[in-house]
């Protein structure tokens, strides 16, 4: 089993750049799959980026492509997402998650594990 916590949310203008953390613990990191989803209020929870378990493959939702870059050190057991040129539609509580198996990458389902979350909100 892991364990995992998020940080880095916060309030940020549109247009400025945010740096989530999810730090992982308990089972050998490298051997999950990670992504970060997010959800804002009134909508499901949605897919935003994945990393497989060597970091040498990623995944992006088309509505963060080019702004949003994910990245994991497994020495240090955390993954990250890079967040740039904030929108008001960005805003969500941002969640990472561990999938254990090999599943389809985009769908809540396919994840072990989840975070408590960290809440981005990005004004105009």
């Known amino acids: 089993q892991v364990q995992l916590v998020e940080s880095g949310g916060g309030l940020v203008q549109a247009g400025g750049s945010l740096r989530l953390s999810c730090a992982a613990s308990?089972?050998?990191?490298?051997?999950?799959?990670m992504a970060w989803f997010r959800q804002a209020p009134g909508k499901e929870r949605e897919f935003v980026a994945a990393?497989?378990?060597?970091?040498?493959?990623?995944n992006y939702v088309d509505a963060v492509k080019g702004r949003f870059t994910i990245s994991r050190d497994n020495a240090k057991n955390t993954v990250y997402l890079q967040m740039n040129s904030l929108q008001p539609e960005d805003t969500a509580i941002y969640f990472c998650?561990?999938?254990?198996?090999?599943?389809?990458?985009?769908?809540?389902?396919?994840?072990?594990?989840w975070g408590q979350g960290t809440q981005v909100t990005v004004s105009s």
């Open positions: 998650a561990a999938d254990e198996g090999y599943d389809s990458i985009g769908y809540v389902h396919s994840y072990d594990y």
């Open positions: 308990g089972r050998t990191f490298s051997r999950y799959r």
């Open positions: 990393i497989s378990r060597s970091g040498g493959s990623t």
